[in-house]
């Protein structure tokens, strides 16, 4: 995992200010596939997972390339249950023996079922890049199932990731059509503090193991070009 610095936090949270602040990598990180990264943080404990549909026209393909991340956390945790706002595939769950609901966390209350009981982490994995308003969105998880959480564990795209470089030197941006945002380690990091939740550490990922004929594979101990940027934080203080 790498760390935060204190001298970090204070720009985090505005009581320092620099148009060009240098954002260092600081700690030990190995590349690890994101599923690889987050497996062993919640195994053995008791996850909300929000957006746990997916894609729901893709969701019988993932479950047969056992890709499909609900149904991973599922044989790992002790105790899960799925947020999202489709309804459609919030009944596709529900049918496969799942326990999930149908909720906005912006204008829906926190299912009973789920307030009355106590969970390790909420899961937000690929989300925050297809809201509208990403504090917003973590503020209202902060407020509505901080009571009953401890933790938050974001993961998102990385807009500094050699990928995005490799196809932007073709003057080309190859994205999923429906994301709003790209995130970079540090703009996650300031997101997340705006909306309330304490950063305690992150980790950048990678989307497969490289052989060493890929150009990846050399770069491989340059976090900041991996693909996937992960975090961990505190809902309450």
Known sequence: MLQISETDR????????????????????????????????????????FGCVDHLSIVEQRRKENTWLHEILAKNCTDLVGIDIDEQGIAYMQQAGFEAYRANVLTDPAPEAVLNRKWDYIVAGEVLEHVDNPVDFLSAIRQKYGPVTDRIIITVPNALSY???????????????????????????????RAGIIPEAYDLCVDEHFSMFSIKYWLRNLPLFR????????LNA
């Not at 148009?19 to 008791?46: A, C, D, H, M």
């Not at 709003?180 to 990091?189: K, Q």
């Not at 693909?227 to 505190?234: A, C, D, E, Q, S």
């Open 10 to 49: 204070k720009y985090l949270s505005g009581e320092k200010f620099s148009t060009i602040y240098r954002f260092g990598v600081q700690g030990q990180s190995k590349p690890r596939l994101r599923l690889e990264w987050l497996t062993p943080i919640i195994s053995n404990k008791r996850v909300i997972h």
């Open 163 to 193: 990928t995005n470089f490799r196809f932007a030197l073709r003057n080309t941006e190859m994205i999923n059509s429906d994301h709003r945002f790209w995130f970079s380690p540090f703009t996650l990091l300031k997101v997340v503090e």
């Open 227 to 234: 693909n996937r940027v992960v975090l961990i934080g505190r």
